[in-house]
């Protein structure tokens, strides 16, 4: 058997329609985590459809409540020898909510339709079509290896992503030894673009914070106080002048990020964004200058202004409202001193004249990256490269915000992430789908990508082995519980 075995069998398993069946059963489950009467739904998806298919393929697997009294987890081991890689993956079973009645016609979230290329159906491409894809490449590759992987796999998938994750870190922290492996391999997340295959390696933070000005009880006629009364709208629009520009410069020094590694330049330089279907034009003179499209959305920071209200927009009238309020964001990429943004911002305002102007920050998600010239990194280009005859879209981070910080900084490891889904996908909107072309060259990449863990250095048909990389664990079934 031979690595174009397994890819053929991946490519057998579309092309017959057993994938599709497998995802239609799986869409067919309810698992709305953002509905409160959820729990039973999402217990099912891993207990009535995940872990059976598992434990046929050698899976010992178990349901770990969640901590933080959530949505479960599933925990699924495949051990193979002590001196082999240990590869973790994830994925998410939970889905948005279906938004049934705002689909188009014939169209249904719980049912997938195929047109053309499209598959319709919610979760085909968050997360069940993402998951389901990586799944049957595992089996494809057990097959193409008479039932064996030639690496150890430890899977992890949660039911709760779309409410913020609640739970994983915690399950991280407490499963720390158990869940550890040399390297994460997982799928969410779109591609850069449809037809251009995609690794990212982590993905940039995110934190909300809110600016208040409230300067007095209630609005005041502006004929009779206009030049009187300070305006907070004009305040706070001024406040947040000072923080960014109007090219979308970030003034905040604090709030900058380093300087972009060389490994990073490298792995941007020949990156374009936009251009595709549905996707507006970028303004090339906004952002950070001197920076490329590409490195300002994947290399640098950004703060944005969700919301601003003063006064009543709706129905405005003649007055100087009492108070305003802005809803605002900030991107950032590995580096940035995130933590101290409630501190850094007031002695920004404090020092600009706008000490009435007040800072509440919310909760934020730490940004995560692999170094480009990772050694797992580099392998695992060569691999996609091998299955699709050209060298993928490397982007050193997302430009939105993954879990990645419980797997990157939490169990410590680095983290792939092959996305089988691309922008104009409708995600988390009705009309959600996953593209049939784009899940059947994920299945090659994925079965590629597999058969490569398990090859063995001087394989007369490996050209790629995995097993001379840095690895982080070594023996004792790398953390596995053994059960009686």
Same mark, same amino acid.
């Given at each position: ?16 329609? #057993? ?36 434990? #046929? ?73 993402q998951h389901s894809i990586n799944l049957a490449a595992l089996k494809a590759v057990l097959d193409a290896r008479d039932g064996k992987l030639g690496f150890n796999l430890k899977l992890l998938f949660e039911t709760g992503e779309e409410v913020g994750s609640p739970g994983l870190f915690a399950i991280c922290e407490q499963l720390r030894d158990e869940l550890a492996a040399d390297v994460l391999i997982a799928s969410d997340g779109p591609r850069l673009a449809a037809d251009r295959p995609t690794m990212f390696l982590g993905s940039r933070g995110v934190i909300n914070f809110r600016l208040d000005v409230k300067l007095r009880d209630g609005a005041h006629h502006s004929g009779n106080w206009g030049g009187l009364l300070r305006n907070p709208g004009i305040v706070l629009a001024n406040a947040i002048a000072s923080m960014v520009d109007s090219n979308g410069k970030i003034l905040i020094e604090g709030l900058r990020p380093p300087a972009i590694p060389d490994s990073v330049v490298r ?19 906004? !952002? ?37 309020? #802005? ?25 600009? !004249? ?53 797997? #990157? ?48 250095? !001087? ?26």
């Amino acid at each position: 058997m031979t690595r174009d075995t397994a890819l053929d069998i991946a490519s057998r398993y579309y092309d017959s329609g #057993a994938f599709f069946d497998d995802l239609q059963r799986r869409v067919a489950y309810r698992t709305e985590s953002q509905e409160a009467d959820s729990g039973a739904r999402l217990a099912a998806y891993l207990t009535e459809e995940l872990t059976p298919t598992l434990e #046929a393929w050698g899976f010992r697997c178990r349901v770990v409540a969640n901590p933080a009294g959530a949505g479960p987890f599933l925990v699924a081991h495949r051990h193979e020898g002590d001196d082999l890689p240990t590869v973790l993956s994830y994925g998410h079973g939970d889905v948005v909510r279906g938004y049934d009645a705002q689909w188009a016609e014939r169209l249904s979230p719980w049912r997938v339709t195929v047109d053309g290329d499209r598959w319709y159906g919610r979760g085909t491409a968050d997360n069940k079509g993402q998951h389901s894809i990586n799944l049957a490449a595992l089996k494809a590759v057990l097959d193409a290896r008479d039932g064996k992987l030639g690496f150890n796999l430890k899977l992890l998938f949660e039911t709760g992503e779309e409410v913020g994750s609640p739970g994983l870190f915690a399950i991280c922290e407490q499963l720390r030894d158990e869940l550890a492996a040399d390297v994460l391999i997982a799928s969410d997340g779109p591609r850069l673009a449809a037809d251009r295959p995609t690794m990212f390696l982590g993905s940039r933070g995110v934190i909300n914070f809110r600016l208040d000005v409230k300067l007095r009880d209630g609005a005041h006629h502006s004929g009779n106080w206009g030049g009187l009364l300070r305006n907070p709208g004009i305040v706070l629009a001024n406040a947040i002048a000072s923080m960014v520009d109007s090219n979308g410069k970030i003034l905040i020094e604090g709030l900058r990020p380093p300087a972009i590694p060389d490994s990073v330049v490298r792995a941007l330089a020949d990156i374009k964004v936009g251009g595709n279907p549905g996707e507006p034009d970028v303004d090339t003179d906004y !952002g950070e200058p001197g920076l490329t499209p590409a490195a300002r959305v994947f290399g640098w920071n950004n703060i944005e202004v969700l919301a601003f209200r003063t006064g009543n927009p709706e129905k405005p009238v003649n007055a100087i409202p009492a108070s305003a309020f #802005a809803h605002m964001q900030i991107r950032f990429v590995v580096g940035t001193d995130w933590k101290n943004l409630q501190q850094i911002v007031r002695a920004h305002l404090d020092a600009h !004249g706008f000490p009435m102007v007040d800072v509440e920050v919310e909760r934020g998600m730490p940004a995560t990256r692999v170094d480009p010239d990772n050694p797992w990194v580099q392998w695992a280009l060569r691999s996609l490269t091998q299955t699709t005859g050209a060298l993928p879209v490397l982007l050193p981070n997302l430009g939105g915000t993954l879990p990645n910080d419980v797997f #990157a900084d939490v169990l410590g490891m680095p983290t792939l992430w092959v996305p089988h889904s691309y922008p104009g996908c409708s995600q988390h909107a009705p009309d959600e789908h996953l593209l049939g072309s784009v899940a059947s060259e994920g299945l090659r990449i994925m079965a590629g990508l597999f058969w490569d863990l398990g090859a063995r250095e !001087g394989g007369a048909s490996d050209s790629n082995p995995a097993d001379h990389l840095p690895r982080k664990i070594n023996g004792a079934n790398g953390g596995l519980r053994h059960e009686h």
